[in-house]
């Protein structure tokens, strides 16, 4: 037995210390709750010939063991996230997708029907939230697709852009040139021909 701050006393076990007090007396109802004391706290049992055995210690001794034991034992379970369960959100589920009643399930699984409404809750909001997440999932995408598209048409505005400028250019730098060319045919048809 590890030493502890506490222990569980119940009710009965006091009642029984008032009893010895009344019926035996006061040093003998000390002495025992003093033995009770010493072994919830620090685990020391009394001798086997101490007249507390007498009295009932076992009875006491067995209520605040099997309290240590199940604290324990919660204890450990809180480590690991809870008590483990019987059966999973997904078999209540799986029995529920079979068509079976909340009644039939609670049946099969040994618990009550309010249990199997939980899981089925428990169940439907898990896929709730999965299907939450998906939808965001597709929006997200959807989303960086338009963007890819918006900027896909952005690139090819600018390059339409950037070709019709080209284009501008080279169609000016063929008037100038046109132009050119026939000021100087203008000029060499003027200068020979007289006015």
Known sequence: ???????????SVYKHIE????????????????????????????????????????????????AKERYNKSKENGKKGGAPERYTVEQ?????????????????????EKTVERKNKAYRDSQRQTDKTEHNLKEKENENLNDKKTDKQNENIQNKKILNANQNDTEKKNDNRKENNWFCLYDNTVLNQTP
């Open 19 to 66: 009893t010895l007090k009344n019926r035996v007396s006061e040093s003998a109802a000390l002495h025992y709750i003093t033995s009770i004391m010493e072994f919830g706290l620090y685990g020391v049992l009394p001798p086997d010939d101490d007249e507390v055995w007498v009295y009932g210690f076992e009875q006491a001794k067995t209520s605040i063991y099997a």
């Open 92 to 112: 209540v589920a799986e029995l529920k997708e079979q068509g079976l009643t909340n009644q039939e399930i609670a049946n099969i699984l040994g618990c009550c």
């Open 1 to 11: 037995m590890i030493n502890t701050q506490s222990f569980v006393l119940y009710e």
